[in-house]
């Protein structure tokens, strides 16, 4: 079928009553959780995504995109005006955006951060449709030994994620991979790991390590450090962007996106390093933005703001024609479609087709419910600010419990993601990065497959992972991106001591 | 009152040491592959021997550095944690005997009351609302039903959707 013959197909499923109503939905929960202070988008998709079991794949997309795309915009809101990120992603929009409202100027912030999270989010869906299929027909050649390179590489990127220990890091992605071969061995159907306990034989549900980890880790944070909330001083009315802002802001929008969405796509990059990464280089390339970067200037919102929005369509280029997440939230997404006995990768678009472009259509659309309801309501959104979370934390801590149970209706996977919330909360404590672990849990059981697979084909020669350029390509690649991360480290750290 | 725990990088790299030789002692009687493919245990044991190693740079690097990572752990600290865990734990042990309704009711009042919200009037409306609402969300719309008590259940009392909803 011809790509517009399946964007129409998607679109049949997309702009059906209760597809819309679940955009909508997951769009209003996105921005309402957005707006609370340290909410993140991956706990709101880890806590809420049960809600989407007793649904078809198709819908429960719809609700999970939709909560992904509002929550990463509304991180903004309270970023601007009490300057604190809603989500990390938002922490390069505090630069500009916090320095507007202490002018008087939340509204035209906001407004700012409204059209270029939707240009942001809505120029990376159109790359993400144009693109994906693409990678995905060259993909579905792809044998064991590429699979296994990419695994390899996707897993190198844990050290590009690791903040500020890249072995702490690489600790914590392993320690996912340890998790993730708990249960049958995927070749000789053996029981690893199990001691005995018959429920495990089943393996560990990496979505309920990821509720653990993300919500109930949060949780527990959150009451040691004090549930207070901020109060928010500022009262603002135009949040409608004049023709001058807009014409402002375009050039920055347009190459913010783009470059955005392609650092989305880079496996475990996400929002935030993507709104970094954009806010950095239109400070660097912009006339005259060296200068008022920092200091209230609107092309700074628009940039990071255009970027980790970005990010999100990127991020599905690898998640959909790789199987290989692009953040915490595809990582959730990829878990929520084999909850439906869907595995992401090139062949979800021969077996599939509807489901994706419904993806697309459905995700574009997403984008424009957000612009309507951040322009429209901004105002309501920024009084969730300072919303108790005496009230809040309890609730959150039953949904989680409750998106545990619900997977497989099943005590194990409670017990799961209350250690994994145990286990989150020492890392967390420790400096230790839950990212890596997030991707360690996917991508260890393909590497583990396909080595195995690969070895067995080449009869245990190594031959197989370099007699061939693709993948010798993809390995230098890994080298490469494990690499330059300790280069850097190490020259900042020669930089400061000299 | 203030507690200092000294070492805790060096006591975590020594767990990490510690969970890795517990993977190759679990692994030993795991099926070898066949010919010269790697078996069961193979990957888990490098998975686990990789981690050995970065655990022992960790050590290392901290013996190096002459300077204890510490934690300066309050009482108040210490209760902040512990009462959210107790209550997470309790709910989950209690829910199979009392269900997920009364369950969740439960955990719902005692940890907002903790939090702040005092006043029944409040929290008991928000905790049965809260529970009643996800109690029909999972169990007729998404199909997924919640725990029933073994000992008291009170979704034996609520009604069923096409009563309160019209929907089957």
Redesign the interface.
């Known amino acids: 079928m011809s790509v517009v013959g399946n964007l129409l197909q998607g679109a049949a499923i997309v702009y059906q009553p209760f597809a819309l109503a679940l955009i909508v939905a997951g769009v209003l929960i996105g921005m309402t959780m957005g707006s609370l202070p340290g909410m993140t988008a991956t706990m709101t998709v880890a806590v809420l995504v049960?809600?989407t079991?007793?649904?078809e794949a198709a819908e429960g997309m719809m609700l999970l995109l939709g909560i992904y795309g509002g929550a990463l915009y509304a991180g903004s809101i309270p970023a601007i005006l009490i300057r604190t990120p809603g989500t990390p992603s938002a922490a390069a929009t505090v630069f500009d955006g916090f320095p507007l409202a202490e002018r008087g100027l939340a509204g035209r912030a906001i407004a700012v951060a409204t059209v270029a999270s939707f240009v942001g989010g809505a120029v990376s869906v159109v790359l993400l449709a144009a693109l994906a299929p693409q990678i995905a027909s060259v993909a579905i050649e792809f044998g064991s030994a590429e699979y296994f390179a990419l695994a390899v590489f996707g897993l190198t990127i844990i050290a590009s994620v690791s903040g500020d220990s890249l072995?702490?890091g690489?600790?914590s992605g392993?320690?996912g991979?340890?998790l993730a071969?708990v249960g049958l061995?995927p070749?000789?159907a053996?029981p690893?790991?199990s001691?005995g306990f018959e429920p495990l034989t089943s393996g560990i549900q990496f979505i309920a390590v990821m509720i653990g980890l993300f919500g109930?880790a949060e949780?527990?944070l959150r009451?040691?450090?004090?549930?207070e909330t901020e109060q928010v001083s500022q009262e603002f009315t135009n949040v409608i962007p004049s023709r001058a802002d807009l014409s402002k802001i375009r050039n920055v929008v347009v190459g913010s996106s783009v470059a955005g969405a392609f650092i989305g796509a880079i496996p475990g990059a996400g929002g935030d390093i993507a709104s970094f990464v954009t806010y950095n280089e239109a400070k660097r390339w912009v006339e005259g933005a060296a200068a008022t970067f920092g200091d209230g200037d609107i092309r700074g919102v628009a940039a990071a703001e255009s970027g980790n929005n970005a990010s999100t369509g990127g991020a599905l280029i690898p998640t959909l024609t790789l199987g290989i997440p692009g953040d915490s939230v595809t990582a959730i997404l990829i878990g929520a479609l084999m909850v439906h006995g869907i595995r992401p990768g090139p062949g979800l678009f021969q077996d599939e087709p509807e489901l994706v472009y419904a993806i697309f259509v459905g995700f574009f659309t997403v984008y424009v419910v957000i612009l309507v309801f951040g322009l429209v309501g901004a105002r309501y959104w920024a009084r969730l600010i300072d919303f108790?979370?005496?009230?809040l934390?309890?609730?959150i801590?039953?949904?989680s419990?409750?998106g545990a149970?619900?997977l497989r209706?099943n005590?194990l996977d409670?017990?799961v993601a209350?250690g994994a919330?145990?286990l989150g909360?020492v890392m967390r404590?420790?400096d230790y990065p839950l990212a890596p672990m997030v991707l360690g849990l996917i991508l260890?059981p393909i590497?583990?497959v396909n080595?195995?697979r690969s070895?067995?084909l080449s009869?245990?020669?190594l031959e197989i992972f370099y007699s061939e350029p693709l993948t010798l390509g993809i390995f230098a690649l890994a080298a490469v991106s494990l690499v330059v991360p300790f280069v850097q480290a190490w020259r900042g750290s020669n930089t400061e001591s000299a | 009152m203030a507690i200092d725990i000294r070492h805790t990088d060096k006591v975590g790299a020594a767990l990490l040491v510690a969970l890795s030789a517990g993977v190759f002692v679990a692994s030993r009687d795991f099926p070898s592959g066949f010919g010269e493919t790697p078996g069961a245990a193979f990957f888990p044991r490098v998975i686990a021997a990789t981690i050995a190693l970065l655990a022992a740079v960790l050590l290392v690097r901290s013996v190096v550095a002459r300077d204890p990572r510490t934690h300066s752990v309050g009482t108040e600290a210490v209760v902040r944690f512990a009462v959210p865990a107790g209550f997470l734990l309790a709910y989950v042990l209690v829910m199979p005997a009392v269900g997920f309704v009364l369950g969740t009711l439960g955990f719902l009042v005692g940890l907002m009351w903790y939090s702040g919200v005092r006043r029944l009037r409040t929290s008991v409306p928000l905790g049965v609302a809260i529970a009643v609402v996800l109690h029909y969300v999972f169990r007729a719309f998404l199909r997924v039903p919640l725990p029933e008590g073994s000992v008291v259940s009170l979704s034996e009392f609520l009604p069923s959707l096409p009563l309160v909803l019209g929907v089957a």
Do not use: C, H, N
């Not at chain 1, 108790?388 to 009230?391: F, N, Q, R, V």
């Open positions: 049960s809600f079991f007793g649904m072995l702490k690489l600790v392993l320690l991979m340890l071969t061995d070749v000789l053996y690893r790991f001691f109930i949780g527990f009451y040691q450090r004090g549930i108790p979370g005496k009230y934390w309890p609730a801590f039953v949904l419990i409750v149970f619900a209706g005590v409670v017990w209350l919330g145990a909360y404590v420790e260890g590497a583990e080595l195995r070895l067995k009869g245990g020669s």
